[in-house]
């Protein structure tokens, strides 16, 4: 292969990843986090609950 076609090939290759990385965007579901508050039986005494 000369040259050209090497680089020609090298663009190809890294046009075609890039593609197929792909970014998504965040959505409403992805920024709740669900352990950002205490559970209901985190700071409890063992068999003493509710």
């Not at 680089?7 to 998504?24: F, K």
């Not at 965040?26 to 409890?44: F, H, L, N, Y």
Request: charged share 15%.
């Amino acid at each position: 292969m000369n040259i050209t076609a090497r680089t020609a090939l090298a663009l190809v290759l890294i046009g075609l990843g890039s593609l197929l990385a792909g970014c998504t965007t965040k959505t409403a579901k992805d920024t709740s986090i669900p352990w950002s508050r205490p559970a209901d039986w985190e700071g409890q005494i063992p068999g003493m609950g509710r």
